[in-house]
């Protein structure tokens, strides 16, 4: 589920309406992690390289939310995405996941366990990481049932291509917000929050 290795490279055209295409994607992340476990889909214009290149919610979303004071760690060396984030959004990649606000991960079969992210301090809870996991799917992997603020009683979700392991840490560690690390996860258009307040369980 890697991404393609022998591209060239490309930088690629950012929103086509930058002020309100932001705001618009910014409204649909609040909500995915408001209503956790719910799919939501990404309705703005990007280019067609962009698209055959990377999920579109993926995209959009750093696109929204990266700027110069929020380093992004990149699990797969991406050159043309880290440019046209970079160009768009001016914003930096760093090498050190420990550091960053922000993750991209492309190959959740083989990514860093939650607590390789910065999950805040006491008194500083928003400089916690924030991680974009590409999925293949959301229905066919394993069952994960999630309870917490925002949901009325339970949610299921069965996102295909993040390894067991990660969910199964993620079930064990206790809640500690407002300590923690927000995920969503990205397929094509579409997204879905799991906030830090969210509790998984694996079934």
């Given at each position: 589920m890697s991404e393609p290795i022998q591209e060239s490279h490309v930088l690629a055209r950012g929103f086509g309406d930058p002020v309100h295409d932001a705001q618009s994607c910014f409204r649909i992340l609040l909500d995915a992690l408001s209503r956790p476990g719910t799919q939501h889909t990404f309705q703005v214009e990007l280019d067609v390289e962009a698209r055959r290149r990377w999920p579109a919610a993926a995209l959009a979303s750093l696109l929204t939310l990266c700027d110069h004071s929020t380093p992004i760690w990149f699990q797969k060396p991406d050159a043309s995405l880290e440019d046209t984030i970079g160009f768009h959004a001016n914003a930096v990649a760093t090498n050190d996941v420990k550091q960053a606000s922000f993750a991209y991960v492309t190959d959740g079969t083989d990514m860093p366990a939650p607590d390789s992210y910065a999950s805040g301090?006491?008194?500083?809870?928003?400089?916690?990481?924030?991680?974009?996991?590409?999925?293949?799917?959301?229905?066919?992997?394993?069952?994960?049932?999630?309870?917490g603020p925002g949901i009325e009683h339970s949610v299921q979700i069965a996102p295909v291509g993040v390894d067991e392991a990660f969910w199964q840490l993620r079930a064990d560690s206790p809640v500690q917000a407002p300590?923690?690390?927000?995920?969503?996860?990205?397929?094509?258009?579409t997204i879905v929050g799991i906030p830090r307040t969210t509790r998984v369980e694996l079934i």
């Amino acid at each position: 589920m890697s991404e393609p290795i022998q591209e060239s490279h490309v930088l690629a055209r950012g929103f086509g309406d930058p002020v309100h295409d932001a705001q618009s994607c910014f409204r649909i992340l609040l909500d995915a992690l408001s209503r956790p476990g719910t799919q939501h889909t990404f309705q703005v214009e990007l280019d067609v390289e962009a698209r055959r290149r990377w999920p579109a919610a993926a995209l959009a979303s750093l696109l929204t939310l990266c700027d110069h004071s929020t380093p992004i760690w990149f699990q797969k060396p991406d050159a043309s995405l880290e440019d046209t984030i970079g160009f768009h959004a001016n914003a930096v990649a760093t090498n050190d996941v420990k550091q960053a606000s922000f993750a991209y991960v492309t190959d959740g079969t083989d990514m860093p366990a939650p607590d390789s992210y910065a999950s805040g301090i006491p008194t500083e809870p928003e400089n916690s990481c924030t991680v974009f996991i590409r999925v293949d799917a959301f229905a066919g992997g394993r069952r994960l049932n999630m309870t917490g603020p925002g949901i009325e009683h339970s949610v299921q979700i069965a996102p295909v291509g993040v390894d067991e392991a990660f969910w199964q840490l993620r079930a064990d560690s206790p809640v500690q917000a407002p300590l923690g690390i927000d995920c969503y996860l990205v397929c094509g258009e579409t997204i879905v929050g799991i906030p830090r307040t969210t509790r998984v369980e694996l079934i």
